[in-house]
């Protein structure tokens, strides 16, 4: 079974303060993909990530695919309470089948 | 109406019901996919079609049955539902399949008593 493993599962910070969310596997993937989902609607697409070593920004957000394209982070600079929500991290093998996370839920504090 | 859009947003049903999930995309994709989100546990893709036939069903009992009469429109139709099966189910498009850049409604809430 191809596993997404989400770390942490849950993140309560302070605004202003910067985030690290990790998406892991033992999986090779590739592409992934970066949602973000906010109570009561679907998820929306952030980014995705498809060469190994690929970095890309979106604003304050960091989406980086490792060498090896098993693994992936998300980091925030700088949360801003509009930044909360759940972050799922999805992969895909080329089979149209996303393979999803748990997910992450991110709490800012004004 | 833009992107994918999902009714009933919210519905409540008893174990003896009939009833149907509807989405519609407005995005001019091929592909259309059903998913289930229950609390703590990974999206779960159920059913995806492509051009209207049906290339995926993830091992979902028969009492989800899926529908897609083009490619703009699918349906879920539920009958005889568990109270296990109360989730948030999510509908999705793509442009082709497969595709892996999808693009989600506002998902159904909902509850069998």
């Known amino acids: 079974t191809q596993l997404l493993e989400q770390s942490p599962q849950f993140l309560s910070i302070q605004e202003g303060e910067n985030l690290t969310v990790y998406c892991n596997s033992s999986?090779?993937?590739?592409?992934l993909q970066w949602y973000r989902q906010e109570p009561g609607e679907g998820p929306v697409l952030l980014v995705t990530?498809?060469?190994?070593?690929e970095v890309k920004k979106l604003k304050r957000l960091t989406f980086q695919f490792g060498d090896a394209r098993k693994d992936s982070s998300l980091h925030i600079t700088a949360a801003q309470p509009g930044d909360t929500g759940l972050y799922l991290c999805?992969?895909?093998?080329?089979?149209?089948?996303?393979?999803f996370g748990q997910g992450t839920t991110l709490q800012v504090k004004p | 109406e833009t992107g994918v859009t999902q009714t009933p947003r919210h519905l409540v049903m008893g174990m003896t019901n009939k009833k149907s999930l509807k989405c519609e995309q407005h995005?001019?994709?091929?592909?259309m996919y059903w998913y289930k989100q229950s609390a703590k546990k990974p999206l779960e893709l159920m059913f995806v079609y492509s051009l209207e036939e049906r290339v995926e069903n993830n091992s979902v009992p028969s009492r989800f049955s899926p529908e897609c009469p083009n490619s703009s429109h699918l349906f879920l139709h539920l009958h005889t539902l568990q109270p296990e099966d109360s989730a948030l189910y999510l509908c999705?498009?793509?442009?082709?399949?497969?595709?892996?850049?999808?693009?989600f409604g506002p998902g159904t809430r909902l509850t069998v008593l």
């Open positions: 999705a498009s793509s442009q082709d399949w497969p595709d892996n850049e999808q693009f």
């Open positions: 999805a992969g895909a093998r080329g089979t149209g089948k996303l393979i």
């Open positions: 995005l001019g994709h091929n592909a």
């Open positions: 990530v498809v060469t190994g070593g």
């Open positions: 999986s090779v993937f590739s592409s």
